[in-house]
C-alpha cells in the first residue's frame, strides 16, 4: 500500500538558522498537503501543492513538490521560537483515495 | 479556532467498556474525516464521509469500530470492547466539497485512555 516517509524524525536547530523536512511516497501523488502541530495542539493546515514540480512560499517557509509528485519539501529560513511544532506531510492519491500522513519531523529550537 | 469541536475532550475507560465520540465540522463543510494519533506519530486514517454517506474505510478499522454520519452533519464514532492498544488521540476534520486531498480543518481531538 502507499507509504509516506517523512525525515528527519527530530531536528535541533538554533534560533535563526536553517531547516528542511523532506517526504518521500511510496507512489505517485495527485497532491500533498502540509500541517504544522503546536505541542499540545492540534494539526493545521499549511499549504497545498498539486503540480509538478511546484514551488510555494509563505514567508519564511518554502514548499516544494518533485517533478515526479513523489517527493516534498519544507524549508524554513531563520527558524524562530514561534517556528516550535511537528510538520506533517499528508499525501492524497487518487488511486487509494485516502490522505497518508508521514510521520512528522519535530522541530526544536535552541535559544 | 478551526471551527470544528469534539466530544468529550478526554475519556478515560475500562478495557472491554464501549465508548462514542462525536464530533461537529464547519457547517458548510461536507466531508468529514477521522483519524487517529498515537504520541510520535501522524495522524492515521481512519475512515471518511461525503455528506451521510461513508466511503472509505481504513484497514486499521476493526469490527469493534463503527462511524456514523446520521444527517451529513455531526459524526459519531464508536468503539466497542475497548482494549489498552485503542488508547491514543482520535482527530475529526472537515474540508469543503472537493476531491478529497482539499485543505481540511482539524478539531482539538478526544483523547481515550484504556485502563
Known amino acids: 500500500g502507499q507509504q509516506v516517509m517523512q525525515i528527519p524524525q527530530y531536528q535541533h536547530v538554533q534560533e535563526g538558522e536553517d531547516f528542511t523536512t523532506y517526504c518521500n511516497s511510496s507512489t505517485t501523488l495527485s497532491n500533498i498537503q502540509w500541517y504544522k502541530q503546536r505541542p499540545g495542539g492540534h494539526p493545521v493546515f499549511l499549504i497545498q501543492l498539486v503540480k509538478s514540480g511546484e514551488v510555494k512560499k509563505q514567508k519564511r517557509l518554502t514548499f516544494q513538490f518533485g517533478e515526479a509528485k513523489k517527493n516534498s519539501s519544507l524549508h524554513i529560513t531563520a527558524t524562530q521560537t514561534t517556528d516550535v511544532g511537528t510538520y506533517f506531510c499528508?499525501?492524497?492519491?487518487?488511486?487509494?483515495?485516502?490522505?497518508?500522513f508521514g510521520k512528522g519531523t519535530r522541530l526544536h529550537i535552541l535559544p | 479556532d478551526t471551527g470544528v469541536s469534539q466530544n468529550p475532550r478526554h475519556k478515560i475507560t475500562k478495557r472491554g467498556q464501549n465508548v462514542t465520540f462525536r464530533c461537529d465540522p464547519i457547517s458548510e463543510h461536507n466531508r468529514l474525516y477521522w483519524y487517529r494519533q498515537t504520541l510520535g506519530q501522524g495522524p492515521e486514517f481512519l475512515t471518511y464521509?461525503?455528506?451521510?454517506?461513508?466511503?472509505?474505510k481504513s484497514r486499521l478499522l476493526s469490527d469493534r469500530f463503527s462511524a456514523e454520519r446520521p444527517k451529513g452533519s455531526f459524526s459519531t464514532l464508536e468503539i466497542q470492547r475497548t482494549e489498552q492498544g485503542d488508547s491514543a488521540m482520535y482527530l475529526c476534520a472537515s474540508s469543503l466539497e472537493g476531491r478529497v486531498g482539499d485543505e481540511q480543518y482539524f478539531g482539538p481531538g478526544t483523547r481515550l485512555t484504556v485502563t
Open positions: 499528508a499525501g492524497f492519491s487518487n488511486r487509494d483515495d485516502k490522505i497518508i
Open positions: 464521509f461525503q455528506n451521510e454517506a461513508q466511503l472509505e
